[in-house]
């Protein structure tokens, strides 16, 4: 005779201590998120108030190296004012990182030049280059457009970027910064 009855098999875990590590997890989570936000605000308020004495610094320096000087003064003020503008860069990508962060990243369209923007980059960079047996020069094509609308301040931060990591890591040769035009429409163009 068969066994009419009916059997259920089940266990049971008591599941707190991992509910609790959940909740853990949780407000962990939410604090790493505050205090990433905290540090962003507090990153961009500081590199607004380091950039206007710093700004003040550097335009004194020009300044200074306009005035009669002897030429190791000369050196030593183009050094200190280098020195400024680097540190300039350096905070202004911290702010820019910070912008980021916090979601407020602009862009700021302007119409410019791109040809003047990347041979006056390149003339800097050439005049700056400590490194004898390295060319800085540039290649850009003569169907490049005039006039172009874009946020010129970013595109040359990039470019700057480039540059110097290429100085940093080239001791011998040649860095070029290329333009050329890929497409261009009634609207866009677009530079390679």
Same mark, same amino acid.
């Given at each position: 005779e068969r066994d009419s009855r009916k059997y259920v098999y089940g266990y049971v875990?008591?599941?707190?201590?991992?509910?609790?590590?959940?909740?853990a997890l949780l407000n962990a989570k939410q604090k790493a998120e505050a205090a990433n936000i905290a540090k962003s605000h507090f990153l961009a308020n500081m590199s607004h108030e380091i950039r206007n004495p710093l700004g003040g610094i550097t335009g004194f320096l020009q300044v200074l190296m306009q005035m009669p000087a002897q030429p190791e003064q000369k050196e030593i003020y183009s050094l200190m004012y280098s020195s400024g503008k680097n540190l300039m860069k350096i905070i202004n990508d911290i702010l820019d990182f910070s912008k980021i962060e916090a979601g407020k990243m602009e862009l700021i369209t302007s119409d410019f030049n791109p040809k003047i923007l990347i041979s006056d980059l390149v003339k800097q960079y050439s005049y700056q280059n400590r490194k004898p047996e390295l060319e800085i020069r540039s290649n850009i094509s003569s169907n490049l457009p005039d006039v172009v609308r874009g946020d010129q301040l970013r595109l040359k931060q990039i470019l700057i970027n480039l540059v110097q990591n290429a100085i940093k890591f080239t001791? !011998?040769?040649?860095?070029?910064?290329?333009?050329? %035009?890929? !497409?261009?429409?009634?609207?866009?163009?677009?530079? %390679?």
């Open positions: 875990i008591d599941i707190t201590d991992q509910k609790n590590m959940e909740v001791d !011998t040769g040649v860095i070029e910064v290329g333009a050329e %035009l890929y !497409t261009i429409t009634e609207t866009d163009a677009r530079i %390679l």
